[in-house]
């Protein structure tokens, strides 16, 4: 274990230079571009084995992947924002065929108007697709989470998507250990594909024409792999934690205990919550943190175990679903609550959209709000957007 | 695994992904059975220039050592291609309704 200074993509790159992929095929965009920039440095100087894929689009990056996938690779790419919208087509290929491909992502907006800071709609967007999201708070998390990330996948057959927050995380710089390359490649171990379209001996047919009489059958077949994710996830993240002392789990509590509100969000807004948090308990005030870390698949019983303690709770979104009803996480949330035995008021609060910035200041006011919401027992206004002008 | 195809699989029979754990298992499912009009040859007319051969899009025209022997209706999807391309001297297929 060592320590060094890096921001979330350099940790990103290295986080794949331990796992040392097969085939790397990707194409540039802000701001994951350094991703691959790196990536392909370590290409360059021969301290990788990966066949690396320059292509002429994102398209075509998640194409040459699943191809690799296919042929029994251990497969990676990175993209952020309408990299990731253009790779959306072939995001249901993968995950239909069972592809354990990783991509390291970093969240941004998605244009009209055209933008390169963090919000989260462009993962937010391919929620439906098949795909473990994972949404990391630093630099130190993402790094962490794409070695988690693979093994899971590779374990489950279901690709994932790790993603860091445009420019707070991915330009940042951090503190942050790194395991050895051996310790990495003895925890991810070596990937043994189910099938390898390079397996002569055995021929197999993939991506055939599938109508009414099957389609259906090999839906349920996949979204019940989706649903063995969770549990493997947990099992391969307390691996982890034994080798690194880092432990991730897919929903974090942070001073949840005795609290009466909470403020549920993810990436790197939840680290500054918890200074807020911290603040808050200096003065008495019973807050707390919940951090959405996996969104897919969704940890129904643990948001449900993890929310239903509190008086009210603000969701802080940051996407809006175009549903005049919040943003996805509120959405979701919801739903997840609707047959708790105990829940909470739940209000949404949708923010830092295009990399609006949000500070100590906006989420104080959260928590000021929510308190409120206990005081009077009813929510006044459901759905806020923070921090934009015209707003209340 | 070897598939099974004597009976439809449920969900949980199916090999992981979409995929068909042998190749070329196209050969055994019979894609003329939605034919609406059916190609009729007649070998005495046919010159056997093989124009409609080249040109079936389901290679449905079966030919031995260079002359062409009939047409194989279990891929045929009567598309009528053939009877249009046949020389008009020689016509040699005509396209008529199939029976129910
Ligand atoms: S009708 Fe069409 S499919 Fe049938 S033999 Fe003629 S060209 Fe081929
Ligand atoms: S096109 Fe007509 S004449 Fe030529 S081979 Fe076919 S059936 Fe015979």
């Known amino acids: 274990m060592k320590t060094i200074a890096k921001t979330g993509n350099e940790a990103m790159a290295y986080a794949m230079k331990q796992i040392n992929p097969d085939v790397v095929a990707a194409y540039p965009i802000t701001p994951a571009t350094e991703i691959v920039q790196i990536f392909s440095n370590y290409v360059a100087d021969g301290e990788v084995d990966t066949e690396f894929v320059a292509v002429e689009s994102e398209h075509s990056a998640l194409s040459a992947c699943v191809g690799a996938s296919l042929a029994g690779g251990r497969v990676m790419t990175s993209t952020a924002s309408q990299g990731l919208a253009l790779m959306h087509e072939i995001l249901y290929i993968a995950a239909g065929n069972r592809l354990p491909i990783v991509i390291a992502l970093v969240n941004r907006s998605l244009s009209a108007p055209i933008n390169i800071h963090c919000d989260h709609s462009d993962t937010m967007g391919s929620r439906e697709a098949g795909w473990m999201q994972l949404y990391c708070a630093n630099s130190q998390e993402a790094y962490d989470s794409l070695i988690i990330a693979l093994k899971v996948a590779e374990q489950t057959a279901v690709p994932a998507i790790v993603s860091t927050d445009a420019f707070i995380i991915s330009h940042a710089m951090e503190r942050l250990e790194v395991l050895e390359d051996e310790e990495v490649q003895r925890f991810i171990g070596e990937y043994k594909p189910r099938f390898s379209a390079l397996d002569l001996e055995n021929p197999k047919t993939f991506g055939p024409l599938d109508l009414q009489d099957y389609f259906f059958e090999h839906k349920r077949a996949q979204i019940d792999d989706f649903s063995k994710v969770l549990g493997t996830y947990n099992k391969v993240a307390q691996e982890y934690a034994e080798l690194s002392g880092r432990y991730y789990p897919a929903l974090e509590e942070y001073k949840t205990d005795d609290a009466d509100v909470a403020i549920f969000t993810a990436g790197s807004t939840a680290d500054t919550a918890k200074e807020v948090v911290d603040g808050l308990r200096e003065q008495g005030r019973k807050m707390g943190l919940v951090r959405m870390r996996m969104w897919r698949p969704l940890p129904v019983e643990e948001i449900k175990a993890a929310l239903g303690k509190f008086k009210a709770v603000a969701v802080m979104d940051r996407s809006d679903t175009m549903a005049d009803f919040g943003g996805p996480v509120f959405l979701e949330t919801r739903g997840i609550l609707y047959d708790a035995k105990k829940k909470p008021l739940l209000t949404d609060y949708v923010y830092g959209l295009g990399g609006r910035n949000i500070d100590i200041s906006d989420i104080l006011r959260v928590y000021d709000e929510i308190e409120q919401v206990v005081k009077q027992g009813k929510i006044d206004k459901l759905i806020t957007y923070l921090g934009v002008r015209g707003e209340e | ?100």
């Open chain 2, 1 to 100: 695994m070897s598939m099974k195809f004597d009976r439809p699989m449920n969900w949980k029979e199916l090999p992981a992904g979409c995929l068909i754990d042998e190749a070329a298992t196209s050969l055994r499912f019979k894609t003329g059975d939605w034919r609406s009009m059916r190609p009729i040859w007649d070998a005495e007319k046919c010159i056997h220039c093989l124009f409609c051969w080249i040109t079936c899009p389901d290679t449905a025209i079966t030919v031995q050592d260079g002359k062409m022997t009939g047409i194989d209706y279990d891929y045929c999807k009567g598309c009528g291609i053939c009877a249009v391309i046949c020389p008009p001297k020689a016509s040699a297929i005509d396209m008529v309704r199939e029976e129910k």
